[in-house]
């Protein structure tokens, strides 16, 4: 049975599930600094300065098993997994002028 009333749980479970970050009561930055490059361009450079950055993520999500899979399917010998993460984490801090 489909609620129209506004604040009606299925609204409030559909606007969750659409933006679950919406509401996060995040501090917006002051802006991408200037003097950090495009991912792209760090990424395409034959010797890039690394650093650590240890995190462990949802095991509910499958994130490993799911890397496999794609790399499977596409017959990746290499998933650079350092740069999947460097990318997302870059767009996500940008996004948030960071």
């Keep these: ?24 009561p995040w501090a917006q930055g002051p802006g991408r600094p200037k003097d950090i490059p495009e991912t792209a361009v760090v990424l395409n450079q034959r010797i890039i300065t690394r650093e650590s950055l240890d995190s462990s993520v949802p095991a509910e999500l499958r994130l490993k098993r799911r890397l496999k899979r794609f790399a499977l399917d596409n017959e990746l010998d290499h998933l650079p997994i350092g740069d999947i993460v460097s990318v997302a984490l870059d767009e996500w801090l940008t996004a948030r002028d960071f």
């Design 1 to 24: 049975m489909k609620s129209d009333v506004p604040g009606s749980r299925q609204e409030q479970n559909t606007r969750s599930e659409a933006a679950p970050s919406e509401g996060t």
